[in-house]
């Protein structure tokens, strides 16, 4: 898989993308490999080049560099999680809405509609700058969609925007309690 043409095609021809997707053979191991890991690490690296570089702690001035890198891979390691644990449940959920349990469909699901949140993860440079962040979210449930409606999980039509919804509410609970593991452990770190 070419990673650029994967996300070009993902964010601009999702439709087309999808289909594609579904179509590809792959591994839970080689879509890590090849995608998530990679993905993953942009809003990680540049929570450091942040926290490095600009962001100042009241009285304290900028982060330690060794704690800065603690923090991002704490939070790096709790993405890697919250995919996952983001795809098991939808391939749990998977028999209630009349769908196949997919492991794999699920994580393609999960990680192919997080591409637009990860790649936001530039705008992690500017503190407190959480537009692109909440409009690449927004579009990623729109990706989140389109990838059911696909139907990577065969999922009958009458049954996905429900289904999406769900997994919608799911990422959401999955990423606040993920928010704040890395707060406390941001706080607690200092």
């Given at each position: 898989?070419?990673?650029?043409k994967?996300?070009?095609?993902?964010?601009?021809?999702?439709?087309?993308?999808?289909?594609?997707?579904?179509?590809?053979?792959?591994?839970?191991?080689?879509?890590?490999?090849?995608?998530?890991?990679?993905?993953?690490?942009?809003?990680?690296?540049f929570?450091?080049?942040?926290?490095?570089?600009?962001?100042?702690l009241?009285?304290?001035?900028?982060?330690?560099?060794?704690?800065?890198?603690?923090?991002?891979?704490?939070?790096?390691?709790?993405?890697?999680?919250?995919?996952?644990?983001?795809?098991?449940?939808?391939?749990?959920?998977?028999?209630?809405?009349?769908?196949?349990?997919?492991?794999?469909?699920a994580?393609k699901?999960?990680?192919?509609?997080?591409?637009?949140v990860?790649?936001?993860?530039?705008?992690?440079?500017?503190?407190?700058?959480?537009?692109?962040?909440?409009i690449?979210?927004?579009y990623g449930?729109?990706?989140?969609?389109?990838?059911?409606?696909?139907?990577?999980?065969?999922?009958?039509?009458?049954?996905?925007?429900?289904?999406v919804?769900l997994?919608?509410?799911v990422i959401?609970?999955?990423?606040?309690?993920?928010?704040l593991?890395?707060?406390?452990?941001?706080?607690r770190?200092m």
């Amino acid at each position: 898989m070419d990673i650029v043409k994967r996300i070009e095609g993902i964010l601009l021809r999702p439709q087309e993308e999808w289909l594609r997707i579904k179509s590809e053979p792959t591994t839970t191991a080689r879509l890590f490999r090849s995608y998530i890991l990679l993905l993953a690490a942009i809003p990680a690296v540049f929570q450091l080049l942040e926290r490095v570089l600009i962001e100042k702690l009241p009285m304290v001035g900028h982060w330690p560099v060794g704690r800065a890198l603690i923090s991002a891979v704490v939070s790096y390691v709790l993405d890697l999680a919250t995919i996952y644990v983001f795809a098991l449940v939808i391939d749990e959920l998977a028999p209630t809405f009349a769908s196949v349990k997919n492991m794999t469909g699920a994580l393609k699901l999960a990680a192919y509609s997080m591409t637009p949140v990860w790649l936001a993860g530039v705008f992690s440079i500017i503190p407190r700058f959480w537009a692109p962040g909440i409009i690449a979210g927004l579009y990623g449930f729109f990706l989140l969609y389109l990838g059911f409606d696909a139907p990577l999980m065969e999922t009958p039509k009458k049954r996905v925007f429900g289904y999406v919804a769900l997994a919608v509410v799911v990422i959401i609970v999955l990423n606040f309690v993920s928010w704040l593991i890395k707060t406390a452990f941001a706080v607690r770190s200092m």
